[in-house]
């Protein structure tokens, strides 16, 4: 077998993107033991970093091992009896998916939707509340397959008015737009790396309220081959994964040390580093990054000749979706940016597949020499394909954006 050596491919897709050079190099630090103390004291250290990187003071502020759906299904089932109503409101592809989670965890669930492109207001958030009265709201903030952000900064209130559960999944948002875990009152919130945090697929950070920590406190479950006489069962329904009980894992990450897996040791420093990384550049600093960018590129895609997909009020500051041009064949401008120009940009799923091209400024991508790349090779492949253009102003409009900043 030949050693690895894939292409030198620049991602500015949807994610997953390019990891920051530190991050990989974090990735390839030798291992040591699950309780070595130094082991243990990089476990502290992550707990203490994220809350930074979610804004929060919650105590359990952790990882999940696995990738970022890992971390929607650990916070969804744990906290999800069967029969419990939850509330999902669907702007895109993300929100279906987590309310296929909450279905499998025998939540009964309901659902409001807009058309994709656009977000929810407070007030149609809130009346669904009133007539479902959910045990808990499941909502995403940014939804890559629109290229959506959706408004949370006053649904905790609502919640916490209605008594729900606050839960968001932040994952192709957080590090690139606004988030604040306190603030905005939510009770569990769970993220990956491989978006606007810049690193792999394959770790979900978590951070959990009291509230909800207190609430799945009561399906505390020991197994039997680690249990002691001090360890109390919690009275309400055992949860029905092992791998993502959250009580179990919060054990694991507390001081007791119980064991329950043995934790990913190198997603642990690629995601320490990715946090420290965004914390190093300034939470603010790195969303100006994020907007700059993205503007350059919708700016730029214009100028292709190409029409911006969705409410731009509410966009996401990291992705932009672009309506692909009906004269030309979509897959075949993919495919020849990645074969000719070792680009990769997205399409999108669903009602949308196949009709806008989304376009990711994110992490170690989200600079100035990635956009004019891009956008420079579409252009040259629009061109060749018969797409009617101004030759250079994608890439004019881009540095007039980038020359008022």
Request: proline letters at 5%.
């Amino acid at each position: 077998m030949k050693r690895l050596n894939p292409p030198p491919r620049l991602l500015m897709g949807p994610g997953p993107i390019n990891c920051y050079p530190r991050v990989l190099s974090a990735m390839s630090t030798q291992l040591i033991g699950q309780y070595d103390p130094v082991m243990t004291g990089y476990m502290n250290e992550v707990m203490g970093l994220y809350r930074q990187v979610f804004k929060t003071d919650n105590k359990a502020t952790l990882l999940i091992d696995g990738t970022s759906r890992a971390g929607i299904e650990a916070v969804l089932v744990s906290c999800i009896e069967p029969g419990d109503k939850v509330l999902v409101p669907v702007f895109g592809r993300f929100g279906h998916l987590l309310q296929e989670i909450a279905e499998r965890a025998g939540a009964e669930v309901h659902t409001i939707e807009v058309p994709w492109g656009e977000v929810f207001s407070p007030e149609q958030v809130e009346d669904a509340i009133k007539r479902v009265r959910p045990k808990v709201l499941a909502m995403v903030q940014g939804d890559t397959s629109t290229t959506m952000l959706q408004p949370l900064e006053h649904l905790g209130e609502i919640c916490r008015r209605y008594d729900v559960l606050f839960y968001s999944d932040a994952t192709a948002s957080i590090g690139g737009n606004p988030f604040e875990t306190d603030l905005w009152q939510l009770d569990a919130v769970s993220v990956g790396l491989q978006k606007c945090l810049g690193g792999p697929s394959g770790s979900a950070p978590i951070t959990l309220s009291e509230r909800y920590v207190e609430l799945v406190r009561q399906r505390h479950h020991v197994e039997a081959g680690i249990r002691s006489e001090h360890h109390k069962s919690g009275s309400a329904s055992r949860i029905r994964s092992n791998y993502f009980d959250i009580p179990m894992i919060l054990d694991y990450w507390g001081e007791e040390r119980l064991n329950h897996h043995t934790e990913a040791t190198s997603m642990l420093y690629c995601a320490r580093e990715c946090a420290i990384n965004l914390i190093e550049e300034g939470q603010e600093n790195c969303i100006a990054r994020h907007t700059l960018h993205g503007n350059a590129m919708a700016q730029g895609a214009m100028g292709l000749n190409l029409q911006l997909f969705g409410d731009q009020q509410h966009k996401m500051t990291n992705v932009v979706g672009v309506y692909i041009p009906e004269n030309v064949d979509g897959e075949q401008i993919r495919s020849q940016l990645l074969q000719d120009f070792n680009i990769e940009i997205g399409t999108s799923f669903g009602p949308l597949h196949g009709k806008i091209w989304r376009l990711g400024t994110m992490g170690y991508n989200a600079r100035k020499d990635a956009v004019l790349h891009t956008l420079q090779s579409l252009e040259t492949v629009l061109r060749r394909a018969g797409h009617k253009m101004s030759p250079g102003e994608g890439i004019d409009n881009a540095l007039e954006v980038y020359q008022s900043a």
